[in-house]
């Protein structure tokens, strides 16, 4: 059974950081893709990045520069670091993993190709 739990949202004042951390159990973790995905309410859910395997990353453009996704592979933790945040960046955030059967998809960041999330963490970003 797959088991995503993030932590580390919470409120900081534009400009500021946080690192978001994802712990993966039940999952073929080192060689699939993993991703971040944040929702605001009344609004469609966005990818925000996704890794495949140790090294293929995609950033919505919105975060690229900023943000800085990663995984510990002897942790089986996945990490987003979100740098320079913006009132904009305010929303839930949650972590998906895909199946191994379409994590070559890894790079369109399409929230359709993740079977597995995590409950979501909050992060406040005020001006």
């Known amino acids: 059974q797959v088991q995503l739990v993030e932590s580390g949202g919470g409120s900081v004042q534009a400009g500021g950081s946080l690192r978001l951390s994802c712990a993966a159990s039940?999952?073929?973790?080192?060689?699939?893709?993993m991703g971040w995905f944040r929702q605001v309410p009344g609004k469609e859910r966005e990818g925000v990045a996704s890794l495949y395997g140790d090294g293929w990353s995609t950033y919505a453009d919105s975060v690229k520069g900023r943000f800085t996704i990663s995984r510990d592979n002897i942790k089986n933790i996945l990490y987003l670091q979100m740098n320079s945040l913006k009132p904009e960046d305010t929303a839930m955030y949650y972590c998906?993993?895909?199946?191994?059967?379409?994590?070559?998809?890894?790079?369109?960041?399409?929230?359709?190709?993740?079977?597995?999330w995590g409950q979501g963490t909050q992060v406040t970003v005020s001006s």
């Open positions: 998906a993993a895909a199946p191994p059967s379409r994590s070559w998809r890894c790079g369109y960041l399409w929230d359709a190709d993740f079977d597995y």
């Open positions: 039940g999952y073929t973790y080192r060689t699939s893709c």
